[in-house]
């Protein structure tokens, strides 16, 4: 079975600090996608970046950067120079690549709040 | 350029009562799903559908019903409520392979 783990429950930082979330994940699948999704307080569930299991390259998107590691099975979420609006809670998720996630759809981790203060 | 949608937003149940609750994208995607977002947890799925037709259960199914009506839509019913049925529910969709799933704005439904 899948699974995914994010420790951290709750961060808080001080503007502008860097901070980064955990991930780690169990699958038995050697193909497989991960995902970072953001949920605001208004609640929706926004994308912000899915990764295959065969690139193993970091991605930078302006103030975020996702660190992917195969061998210690993480995929960790780094923003730099974090905002008020960073505020919210963020899901890491696991699905297999060849059906998206067929019966088992989306595995989430339980999430990690953060919280930017001013 | 709607995407999901989800009807209702909100709904305050008594226990035992029936509801369904309502999903459709316009994105043509094949896959459908129904999760429900617990405090403290992650979204758990409930149930899936690969394609018009097919329905097939998730991690947390009892108490719970779905329809695959046509490609664009997907209910789910709740035949008598319980108060731990208390939850924010969404749905989404994907086409299989390339694409990231594809949320709505959640029901938050509260069963007294």
């Known amino acids: 079975a899948q699974k995914v783990t994010q420790a951290q429950t709750e961060i808080s930082v001080v503007e502008k600090e860097d901070v980064t979330l955990d991930c780690v994940y169990e699958t038995r699948d050697t193909t497989y996608y991960l995902f970072w999704y953001k949920q605001p307080p208004s609640g929706e569930l926004v994308f912000l970046i899915r990764?295959?299991?065969?690139?193993?390259q970091n991605e930078i998107s302006g103030r975020y950067s996702w660190n992917f590691q195969k061998s210690t099975s993480s995929f960790n979420f780094t923003i730099t120079a974090s905002q008020v609006v960073d505020s919210a809670v963020y899901f890491c998720?696991?699905?297999?690549?060849?059906?998206?996630?067929?019966?088992?759809?989306?595995?989430f981790g339980k999430g990690t709040h953060l919280i930017i203060q001013p | 350029n709607a995407g999901v949608t989800q009807t209702p937003k909100f709904q305050v149940l008594k226990t035992g009562q029936s509801m369904t609750l309502q999903c459709a994208q316009d994105?043509?995607?094949?896959?459908m799903y129904w999760y429900r977002q617990d405090p403290g947890m992650g979204l758990r799925l409930i149930y899936y559908s690969a394609s018009e037709g097919t329905t097939d259960k998730g991690e947390v199914p009892n108490g719970y019903n779905v329809s695959r009506l046509n490609k664009r839509e997907f209910s789910l019913r709740l035949e008598s409520a319980a108060p731990s049925q208390t939850s924010v529910y969404f749905c989404?969709?994907?086409?299989?392979?390339?694409?990231?799933?594809?949320f709505g704005d959640g029901t938050r439904l509260s069963i007294l």
């Open positions: 990764r295959n299991s065969f690139d193993e």
């Open positions: 998720a696991l699905s297999d690549v060849y059906s998206g996630g067929g019966a088992d759809g989306l595995t």
């Open positions: 994105m043509n995607h094949n896959s």
């Open positions: 989404a969709s994907m086409s299989p392979g390339l694409q990231p799933q594809h």
